[in-house]
């Protein structure tokens, strides 16, 4: 009998709905059918098939390979004509289980050659003015001698080899195929021109002082092996100058020949330091390699001010071993201070460091080398321990590039001395930024040519974990009793971006070439992305687990996105899908509201609502068991006196509880008087949890979470009743703004009023 009647409520309430819809198919057409765009269907269509090489679970298959390019390099820096040459050996494994019939070789500094086709993609457009310099550079200057000279392309014994340059590409073809497991030693000599980096805004070149010296940061420097993988074949898509990097890892041994004069450091470890080093600096760096709070001096500002007063014609070779590295770097000038610490990692420690002019102190010496340590601390702990020996921060002006083991950095003092915050912020936070580049993409090697924000964004994600880190390492560094003012990474931060008009904007899993707004959609967007899933979906505990799981598993691998996307789902058991396709596949914002408030008083009397729906379906009130029913306020049925009407009021109630309930069990029944059906609205594509507070009259107030799955079945609106013992008096999605929702204005029930131009200024008068 029990079975029955709750067979017959379902059928009376939970199908009402349907009633009208299906009268009208019955007499008219059906409805067309459609294509599965439910935001919550797996991805099985965008991502690739998991195979021998990588695992559905996001891991490194048995059959994962990668192919290793060792570098042997002779280098020499002409300081007064600005040039740089090279001869460098390459050995090529091909660890592949593919027959290669031709290597690809990147000409990155083909891009500013006089016939590079860079320029020639960029649309411009009449402007009502230029600036003066502007204005020379592009219409009276000659162009740029830009652009590796290739001077020979040999094999082992000397032989030329056959090699055609395509814009920033090379092939070079093999005497006979490359096998599985077989090695191709070739070599190439090149020089340059060096670019002012300045000038040109460039990833590397040289800056001229005011005191007319230069400090040289390089990098793109030598032709360099391009990605050979079983995602992509080769990785030979063109540098244009946007998106960046696709590298094999390998080891390095690097001679760089600059004036004597000069101080330099670069990817790997010094060879002949004692050769270099005078007896002073072979001290301090000793003394260095013990200092765990604060860096030690290894050239001296007055050391390095004398320095800039010559120029040596003179040569000394600095030579460097560096394992297991995608990319090699260095910078040099005989105007450079040097200062280092040690970071404990791991069981052993790894040494910070700094490489600045006198134009940068006192900011540099004061938190350059501290940021480099307190960044390496942060991401060792979310990903691995640091496995390099070093990690050098470089002054370059306007630069904020990464290299393995070094990096360019922006930020000095004005000329008058003065250090505003947004200079000295946006130092320690690019400083922290390219640090991080260690980690993603040099050591979690993903195809920057391909995919920017699979480095920029998780590294912007973790750079924002790192700089409020830093602000609690470091609270003499910021203003008292504040967190670090991070500009990237919390939610509220991306609604502007996102509130633009997404038709104009691309999703983030778009080449990072064809991407609209790159600061925001490949930097900013994908961080947010992350920190909410952290913060919001996942929780830290299973996001840093399954982000450390991904770190770990790709370290000196090259990943892919979905490798990403299938490790944060494998690692954690939050289905993810949902969320990939929306913030990662699609340019959908949040706005999540509440439409309509309902009020409910409890009876025993049946109401006219549920009389027409029991007419509809053919069921009269006998057929069912007594019900308790909800009376809409304002509703024909409703009277003011329901108001007080009490749980024991409710005769229905009342019975079955004298029936049902033991007697003992009573006290512990809840007493809700208030009913309340809350819909939700979704303006926006994204379906986010719904985070909802509700403030009591009693001055309490509580916080709901509804997960996103929510709404897997309505896209638009969901409802929820909820049965309360206190009063309601005030509704609010997403009360700490956690989701990016774009338009609070529908998040607040009652609804807010705008406030008039009398309260506002009322409001300002006090805040004040
Ligand atoms: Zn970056």
């Not at 600061?519 to 919001?536: C, Q």
Request: some cysteine; charged content about 25%; overall charge negative.
């Amino acid at each position: 009998m029990r079975l029955f009647n709750s067979f017959l409520l379902t059928a009376l309430f939970l199908l009402a709905g349907a009633v009208s819809a299906q009268d009208e198919t019955d007499s008219q057409k059906r409805e067309p059918g459609h294509y599965n765009t439910n935001r919550f269907k797996q991805l099985y269509e965008e991502f690739s098939t998991p195979n021998m090489f990588r695992t559905a679970s996001g891991a490194p298959g048995p059959s994962y390979y990668q192919q290793q390019a060792d570098y042997v390099m002779d280098i020499e820096l002409d300081d007064k004509n600005k040039k740089l040459s090279g001869f460098e050996t390459i050995t090529y494994t091909n660890n592949s289980p593919d027959v290669l019939e031709y290597l690809w070789v990147q000409l990155d500094q083909n891009k500013r050659a006089k016939d590079s086709k860079s320029p020639l993609i960029e649309p411009s457009d009449a402007l009502p003015g230029d600036m003066a310099g502007n204005f020379v550079k592009n219409y009276m200057g000659t162009p740029f001698e830009g652009g590796f000279n290739i001077l020979e392309v040999k094999d082992a014994k000397g032989n030329p080899l056959k090699h055609i340059i395509n814009q920033t590409m090379m092939r070079i073809d093999m005497p006979k195929k490359l096998s599985p497991g077989e090695k191709f030693v070739f070599s190439i000599k090149w020089w340059y021109n060096i670019n002012d980096h300045v000038v040109d805004r460039a990833r590397s070149g040289y800056e001229t002082f005011e005191d007319g010296n230069r400090g040289y940061v390089i990098a793109q420097f030598y032709p360099r092996m391009a990605v050979y993988n079983d995602v992509e074949g080769w990785q030979n898509s063109q540098f244009w100058g946007r998106d960046e990097f696709a590298l094999p890892f390998g080891n390095f041994e690097v001679n760089i020949t600059v004036p004597a004069d000069h101080i330099l450091d670069a990817t790997g470890e010094l060879q002949n330091r004692k050769e270099i080093f005078t007896k002073e600096m072979m001290n301090r760096y000793e003394a260095a390699q013990k200092s765990y709070d604060k860096p030690v001096v290894i050239v001296t500002q007055a050391e390095a001010e004398a320095a800039s007063k010559g120029f040596s014609t003179a040569k000394r070779t600095w030579k460097f071993k560096a394992e297991n590295v995608r990319d090699y770097a260095f910078a040099t000038s005989r105007r450079y201070i040097w200062d280092m610490m040690a970071v404990k990692m791991g069981s052993g420690s790894v040494m910070a460091v700094s490489l600045y002019p006198p134009e940068s102190n006192p900011l540099w010496e004061d938190w350059s080398t501290r940021a480099v340590a307190s960044t390496l601390k942060t991401y060792s702990r979310m990903t691995f321990d640091y496995p390099y020996s070093k990690a050098i921060s470089v002054s370059a002006k306007n630069q904020g590039m990464e290299y393995p083991m070094i990096c360019w950095n922006y930020g000095r003092p004005d000329k008058d001395g003065t250090i505003s915050d947004r200079t000295k912020y946006g130092m320690i936070s690019v400083i922290i930024h390219e640090v991080g580049h260690n980690y993603f993409p040099m050591i979690v090697n993903s195809d920057e040519r391909q995919w920017t924000w699979m480095d920029e964004g998780l590294n912007t994600f973790t750079q924002y974990v790192a700089e409020q880190d830093f602000g609690e390492e470091y609270p003499e560094a910021i203003a008292p009793n504040k967190k670090y003012p991070s500009r990237r990474g919390p939610a509220k931060n991306i609604v502007d971006y996102m509130a633009g008009d997404q038709s104009q904007l691309a999703p983030i899993m778009t080449k990072g070439l064809n991407t609209y707004n790159f600061g925001a959609n490949a930097y900013a967007k994908p961080a947010t992305a992350l920190n909410i899933l952290r913060e919001t979906i996942m929780g830290r505990e299973l996001f840093d687990f399954a982000f450390k799981t991904y770190a770990n598993r790709w370290m000196f691998k090259h990943p892919t996105p979905e490798d990403f996307f299938r490790t944060m789902e494998d690692a954690s058991a939050v289905d993810l899908d949902w969320y990939w396709r929306e913030w990662f596949y699609t340019t959908d914002y949040v706005d999540i509201g509440v439409k309509e408030v309902k009020k409910f008083y409890v009876t025993s009397k049946i109401n006219k609502e549920a009389r027409q729906m029991m007419e509809a379906n053919g069921i009269k009130e006998s057929d069912l068991p007594p019900l308790v029913y909800f009376v809409r306020e304002d509703s024909e049925d409703f009277e003011e006196s329901m108001r007080d009407v009490k749980i024991e009021d409710v005769k229905t109630l009342k019975e079955y509880i004298a029936d049902n309930i033991p007697v003992e069990e009573r006290a512990n029944l809840k007493n809700p008087s208030y009913f309340y059906e809350i819909t939700f609205e979704k303006p926006g594509g994204i379906p986010m949890p719904i985070i909802v507070q509700l403030s009591y009259a009693d001055g309490t107030s509580e916080k709901i979470t509804y997960p996103a799955e929510i709404w897997r079945k309505n896209d638009a609106s969901v409802g929820k009743f909820i049965a309360s013992e206190k009063e309601i008096t005030k509704i609010e999605v997403d009360p700490d703004e956690e989701t990016a929702d774009i338009d609070t204005s529908n998040n607040t029930w009652p609804k807010r009023k705008k406030l008039g131009a009398f309260d506002q200024f009322k409001n300002k008068t006090k805040t004040d």
